[in-house]
């Protein structure tokens, strides 16, 4: 908009520092000068010359608003040193993206000259996608798509009965029109307006929802926006896409039902009303959906309890008292070494902070399953590989354990030594002792490693079993002892007096009085950035959880209606039977029996199913719990609701009068 864009002069060690300002920023900050080019800003330690402003609408690559030149070279000059690096590339016209890869796989990657042997040419790769994928996947895609298309199963078996019931019970007044002229195409048409005046207030109704609830979700908690190129709100193909889906509803549950229905009312008027009955494939509609309904109880009610049970059971430790921090520093790593020890002295030494520690990342917020293998269970599986176990890894520092009152239950814990670089020292928590099938002492001096990172070839002694930190999930962790230096960033974390001063002021002054290009920021509570990192988790299981217990009472209403339709579809022929001088008990039983063998028959498949998918999916690895119990409940739970189901209608059966049933049967 103004100025010009970074240049490649910008990038080189000797180039006057500058940057490129979003139109925001221009706008909300610089009063929307239009002379601020040449102007300069500050941007953490350095002062830096405003050479562009962006046009409005553009924040790439997610929603930034500064740009400043990428240096090739880290200060330090090391090859391995520096950030870490994104390449965007724009597809060539006329290019795919499978051509694209298969361009960048002839060209191979060299390992650079004069470094060590660790990273060799055979682990570098290079690995092409589309840009929104980054921010789009989600793992396990195709699973959890086949399981939310699984939860629909019981709404539209549901939905499809109902309407073929409602329909039928129609028959009268359709064989009454039918009588007086209407022909069937007219009544078949009627029913399709119908139904497709309810499929469009249903359309309505969702796209009222989506607006209002899903276009205000935050994507990236930590990024203040979602990707200015992402768009949740509703847009006209999406109205299009669901008027399409309100009129195929329409003929489906309008036109389909409504040509069977009206067939033998045509066919013989009168004399058919209320003929149609629910055939075979309905009950196995119903044995189905009840076997579905017991499959997912139990995973509902394992998600559920792995939701709440954190925030029962706590973090093991006195949260409040806890305060985080992030540091970053804009130099060599040797440099960062020194400071790192340096700040963590000093705020030691301060009288309202009883402890400090660093970490890679905050304990309980890390965001990555790796995966590793133990050295003694190395046997070749299927495919010839090792058995793997997925863990979630952390380094840490020095004091870290002894902070959070975390015990050490077998080993030792890492000492002064194991802060060396050419140590391999690790410990485990108890959960992974567990899931490697040993006790805690049994493990140590056991080697482990990681099998999909670059050092895949490193063992790692087992020194140390200690206790799960936090203590409110079941995950396995391992943790490794972080060099100074090592990690830029690294989380700060540290235990406070509260009665004594403001210790985040403190920390900001001592991290300005040792060096302008080391950065302290995001300094809150340990309750407040814990939360923040393990919300997109939290709030997924809740809504899971939530979405499938509301297909479930779905379902249970469904089921009370289909059994009420298929009780009072047989009144007739219980009243007739109390005429003849039947018992009431013997004509409860006889309407209770075909209805409670199809839900018997729907809870025994359900509990089979929900045992095997149990022993498949890896509930522990997930952080889902396991409840006592659940397929117990589960069974209990729809034999309650069928039994309720076919109760109320069987006692109004029971109840006709004979004369009314003969009126009925005439």
């Not at 950030?83 to 191979?108: K, Q, V």
């Not at 119903?286 to 925030?311: D, E, F, H, K, T």
């Not at 008990?585 to 209805?595: D, I, N, Q, Y």
């Amino acid at each position: 908009l103004h100025g010009r864009p970074l240049v490649e002069a910008d990038v080189r060690a000797d180039a006057e520092p500058v940057v490129v300002i979003g139109y925001d920023v221009w706008r909300t900050r610089f009063s929307a000068d239009p002379g601020i080019v040449g102007g300069r800003v500050r941007l953490d330690d350095t002062v830096r010359t405003v050479v562009g402003v962006m046009p409005e609408g553009f924040a790439f690559p997610v929603n930034h608003e500064y740009w400043i030149p990428l240096r090739a070279e880290s200060p330090s000059g090391a090859w391995n040193e520096g950030p870490e690096i994104f390449a965007f590339g724009r597809l060539a016209p006329g290019a795919s993206l499978e051509s694209a890869r298969a361009e960048l796989a002839t060209l191979g990657l060299a390992p650079r000259a004069g470094h060590s042997d660790s990273v060799a040419a055979d682990r570098l790769s290079v690995r092409i996608r589309p840009y929104a994928q980054a921010f789009a996947y989600i793992a396990n895609g195709d699973l959890i798509l086949l399981f939310l298309a699984l939860l629909l199963v019981p709404p539209c078996a549901n939905l499809a009965i109902l309407v073929y019931a409602r329909t039928v019970v129609r028959q009268e007044e359709f064989a009454i029109r039918a009588a007086l002229g209407a022909t069937r195409g007219r009544i078949i048409a009627q029913l399709f307006l119908e139904m497709l005046l309810l499929s469009g207030a249903a359309a309505c109704a969702a796209l009222f929802l989506v607006q209002f609830f899903v276009a205000r979700r935050q994507l990236l908690p930590d990024s203040g926006a979602n990707p200015f190129w992402i768009d949740l709100g509703v847009s006209l193909g999406s109205v299009l896409y669901v008027g399409a889906l309100a009129m195929l509803a329409g003929v489906i549950a309008g036109v389909v039902p409504a040509i069977q229905a009206t067939r033998g009312v045509m066919q013989s008027g009168l004399r058919a009303r209320n003929s149609a009955r629910l055939g075979k494939v309905w009950s196995a509609m119903i044995v189905g959906q009840i076997a579905l309904a017991v499959v997912i109880v139990p995973l509902a009610m394992n998600l559920s309890w792995g939701a709440l049970r954190p925030g029962m059971v706590g973090l093991g430790f006195d949260s409040e008292a806890y305060m985080t921090a992030r540091v970053q520093f804009f130099g060599p790593a040797a440099r960062f070494a020194e400071l790192q020890g340096e700040i963590v002295r000093r705020l030691e030494a301060e009288a309202g902070i009883a402890a400090v520690a660093v970490s890679r990342i905050l304990p309980g917020a890390e965001p990555t399953r790796q995966s590793v293998a133990l050295e003694q269970m190395e046997t070749a599986g299927p495919a010839g590989a090792p058995p793997t176990l997925r863990v979630t890894a952390n380094s840490v520092g020095p004091g870290f354990f002894e902070m959070f009152d975390a015990p050490v239950l077998a080993g030792r814990g890492f000492g002064a030594a194991d802060f060396e670089s050419e140590r391999n020292s690790v410990l485990i928590n108890r959960t992974l002792a567990s899931r490697l099938g040993s006790e805690q002492g049994g493990l140590l001096g056991r080697r482990i490693r990681f099998t999909r990172r670059s050092d895949a070839e490193v063992w790692h002694e087992i020194v140390g079993v200690v206790a799960d930190l936090p203590a409110n999930d079941d995950l396995p962790r391992l943790y490794q002892p972080m060099t100074p230096g090592q990690t830029n960033p690294l989380t700060l974390t540290f235990r406070i007096n509260p009665s004594v001063g403001d210790s985040a002021d403190r920390l900001l002054a001592i991290a300005a009085s040792l060096d302008p290009a080391l950065v302290v920021d995001e300094i809150s509570s340990f309750d407040a950035r814990y939360q923040r990192a393990t919300s997109e988790r939290t709030d997924s299981v809740y809504l899971f959880a939530v979405v499938t217990l509301s297909v479930l009472l779905l379902s249970a209403a469904g089921m009370y209606a289909l059994m009420s339709f298929t009780v009072n579809q047989r009144r007739r022929e219980i009243g007739l039977r109390s005429a003849l001088g039947a018992p009431p008990l013997r004509l409860l039983a006889g309407t209770f029996r075909g209805p409670l063998q199809q839900i018997s028959t729907g809870v025994v498949v359900g509990l089979i199913v929900a045992y095997l998918v149990g022993d498949v999916i890896p509930y522990e690895t997930i952080g889902v719990r396991r409840v006592p119990g659940a397929l117990v409940v589960a069974a209990l739970c729809m034999l309650i609701v069928g039994a309720l189901a076919v109760a109320e209608p069987a006692r109004r059966a029971i109840k006709l009068a004979p004369t009314e049933a003969l009126r009925e049967a005439g």
